[in-house]
């Protein structure tokens, strides 16, 4: 197997994808090994955006992202490579996206050795590396001739790694929280005083109490997770280094709700991200859009590592220095994608296959392409015909909220459009104007009126998916359906056991 060489991006250029020399600013300048900053990466699981006070929301309680995005930088659009816990852990690992990543472009795979990882790389540069709880994965790490998860060495706590941490060593250090990820105590929302008729649904979510109840509970354990990132902040504070270390918090995708995570959405794709830490603007708030992708060279730049030419990511740095300009005068990315392969095996079968998907996302449009629309993106409903005795939608998470939705789906006209929104199959070509429908829920892509639109978005997704060597473009899908799902069940071991 070859690893995939970094395109040349002549196409992005025109798109006005350039990032600035990484060099013009005093961050990204090579530093001194004593002068390397740490680095914290906390990523929660199933955490998206906006739930977070920084973002405005009313309900969830975020003090200390709401402190990074204060003292260092918000980013407003912020976009995981893929909406599955195992492609878009992936992508930040690996600086490319999740489809360059052959059996890791889907969830339960793995991830070859020969694609390499920003906290090796940092490892072999001197930076004392360590891991806690979720990292890659979920996956087999040992299938793609790893040892040890590609995030790093697992540690049982942050206070343990510190205690083993070399004497004037930077440390790395990823803090992969299980929170918010199902299952939720029933109740514990609502219970801690959450006043749930103050929270925002999506638009796309029915109004009814157990569904503000469930919210409720997933916002009590973002709060959780971010009570533990203060406690890591305080020790470092304590210790006297938290003045020289990068704080990155962020989510690995949308909720776990439906139309959420496992879509393209923003409910799925757009996750907080806050950065702080030496040499960081105060206060700065970044419109541009970033990518997962991003994060890999970000973290290789900071500790003076040269950026391997595979990958596809570009250096943040440029948008966190105080030397730096107003990011809006930087020539950024006008757009992200996104893209989804196999999340769970739920179809029908014998077609056990995902449902592969790309998207290009701009400030007033986002612009879907179904590769599969005769597939079900939520999964094969439960009828005589599923999968598997028992399955039923897999590839949306159990919960109050899928539940309520289900059961009331034939209540009246609204309860069955939402349904629909979230467990219906989809055409080959999905256009949300957010201009007018910033939840994104009235697809113009068959109105004449915007044919234009379409059909430059679509001109412009495919020509970069071709540049990345997208096997959905360029040839070889085939391998991306037939990969092994190496998670628990009688058909495919581990069908609904994501974690």
Not at 20 to 49: C, H, T
Not at 113 to 137: H, M, N, Q, S, T
Request: charged residues 25%; hydrophobic residues 35%.
């Amino acid at each position: 197997m070859s690893v995939i060489p970094r395109p040349t991006f002549s196409l992005v250029a025109i798109a006005a994808l350039t990032w600035v020399a990484a060099g013009a600013f005093a961050l990204a300048a090579e530093p001194d090994d004593d002068e390397r900053p740490n680095i914290l990466f906390a990523i929660a699981d199933d955490w998206g955006w906006p739930h977070a006070g920084a973002y405005g929301d009313p309900v969830v309680q975020t003090p200390v992202f709401d402190r990074v995005a204060r003292e260092g930088v918000r980013f407003e659009h912020a976009y995981v490579s893929s909406p599955s816990c195992t492609p878009s852990r992936a992508a930040i690992l690996t600086g490319q996206w999740h489809w360059r990543l052959e059996e890791s472009a889907n969830l339960w795979s793995t991830l070859r050795k020969e694609y390499p990882v920003y906290p090796d790389l940092l490892e072999e540069a001197g930076y004392f590396i360590g891991l806690e709880r979720k990292g890659w994965g979920p996956g087999k790490v040992e299938v793609g001739g790893r040892t040890r998860n590609p995030a790093g060495p697992t540690f049982a706590s942050f206070v343990d790694y510190m205690e083993k941490r070399p004497d004037g060593t930077p440390f790395c250090y990823w803090f992969g929280s299980h929170d918010p990820h199902r299952p939720y105590d029933a109740g514990s929302g609502a219970g801690s005083g959450m006043p749930l008729d103050a929270i925002r649904l999506f638009a796309h979510f029915p109004d009814a109490p157990e569904v503000r109840s469930d919210v409720a509970d997933y916002y009590f354990e973002v709060q959780r997770f971010d009570r533990e990132v203060g406690e890591m902040l305080a020790l470092l504070d304590k210790r006297g280094e938290l003045d020289r270390t990068i704080v990155v918090m962020t989510g690995d995708h949308g909720m776990p709700f439906p139309r959420c995570k496992s879509n393209l959405y923003d409910s799925g794709a757009r996750v907080p991200l806050a950065i702080r830490g030496p040499g960081v603007a105060t206060g700065r708030v970044v419109e541009a859009f970033v990518s997962f992708t991003d994060l890999a060279p970000t973290f290789l730049s900071l500790g003076g590592v040269d950026v391997p030419e595979v990958m596809t990511g570009r250096s943040l740095v440029p948008l966190l220095g105080k030397g730096a300009p107003d990011p809006r005068e930087i020539a950024v990315r006008d757009h992200v994608l996104v893209g989804k392969e196999r999340h769970v095996p739920a179809q029908e079968k014998p077609d056990m296959g995902g449902t592969p998907m790309r998207s290009i996302r701009t400030t007033d449009f986002l612009y879907i392409r179904n590769f599969r629309p005769d597939r079900w993106p939520a999964g094969t409903p439960h009828h005589e015909r599923a999968t598997l005795e028992g399955s039923w939608l897999g590839d949306c998470d159990n919960g109050p909220t899928k539940s309520y939705m289900v059961e009331n789906q034939d209540g009246d006209a609204e309860h069955r459009r939402i349904y629909d929104l979230a467990f219906g199959k989809r055409p080959a070509e999905e256009l949300y104007d957010l201009k007018k429908d910033p939840d994104q829920i009235v697809n113009v892509a068959a109105d004449p009126e915007y044919a234009p639109v379409k059909m430059e978005l679509e001109s412009r997704l495919m020509a970069e998916l071709r540049e990345t060597g997208d096997p959905r473009v360029v040839g070889g899908a085939e391998r991306l359906e037939a990969y092994p799902y190496y998670g628990g069940s009688p058909l495919w071991p581990g069908l609904g056991d994501e974690e």
